[in-house]
């Protein structure tokens, strides 16, 4: 039962340019959304989040807007960088279960210079 | 180094052999988690600890065991290793409730044969 969806494993785009990661949720009681970044042979390291009295969060080229009717969130980098190159992780506590963080599969995002 | 550091950072075993991962944090952050990453299903809670001597069972605690003894280790044992443990174990913290963002470390790669 995985209740936080990322539907695309992997996204290239061109440095300079937007690009936006997706996630999907089931569980109409997350109300905290949380986004890791992860470099190989590394672990995640937290990038932004984003409560669900908001609808938008900004920091810096990083925006997460969150649209609570159709349960989905996204991840917007303006403009990419190669550096940005990473597996993307969105996650959400889940109250059912002592707000543990429950993942998504991840999205591996490709700068190309 | 401060931080939170894990080891061995890789680990080669057989099946049915008995394996410890390390975990110390310097911190002194009251909770602790251990996650296992698998593709296709990002980030998997297998056990977390509150405190000192509190541990809990996440989504994926069967054939993993825990201890806390001390608030800034928390290692996690496979009793009995089994093929389908083969996977990149990362240990986190945090310092308050579970739904705040958590430091990770570098990871351990296992691989069960």
């Known amino acids: 039962d995985q209740q936080v969806k990322q539907n695309s494993p992997s996204l290239s785009v061109q440095e300079g340019r937007i690009s936006i990661l997706n996630c999907d949720y089931t569980n109409s009681m997350f109300d905290y959304f949380l986004w890791y970044k992860k470099y190989p042979a590394e672990g995640p390291t937290f990038l932004i989040s984003?409560?669900?009295?908001?609808d938008k969060n900004e920091d810096g080229r990083f925006t997460v807007f969150l649209n609570k009717s159709a349960k989905h969130l996204s991840l917007h980098i303006v403009p990419s960088q190669p550096g940005d190159s990473a597996v993307y992780f969105c996650?959400?506590?889940?109250?059912?279960?002592?707000?543990?963080?429950?993942f998504g599969g991840g999205t591996r995002l490709m700068v190309k210079p | 180094d401060a931080g939170i550091t894990q080891s061995p950072r890789y680990k080669i075993t057989e099946t049915g052999r008995q394996v410890t991962l390390m975990c110390h944090q310097t911190w002194s952050h009251s909770y602790m988690f251990w996650y296992r990453q698998d593709l296709g299903h990002g980030l998997r809670l297998i056990y977390y600890?509150?405190?000192?001597?509190?541990?809990d069972k996440g989504e994926v605690p069967d054939g993993y065991v825990v201890s806390r003894s001390k608030t800034e280790n928390f290692p996690l044992t496979l009793e009995s290793a089994t093929r389908s443990q083969t996977s990149v174990y990362f240990c986190?913290?945090?310092?308050?409730?579970?739904?705040?963002?958590?430091?990770f470390g570098s990871g351990t790669q296992l691989s069960v044969l």
């Open positions: 600890s509150a405190a000192a001597d509190i541990t």
């Open positions: 984003i409560s669900s009295i908001k």
């Open positions: 996650a959400a506590p889940r109250k059912n279960a002592g707000n543990m963080l429950t």
């Open positions: 986190a913290s945090s310092e308050g409730s579970l739904n705040e963002k958590l430091f």
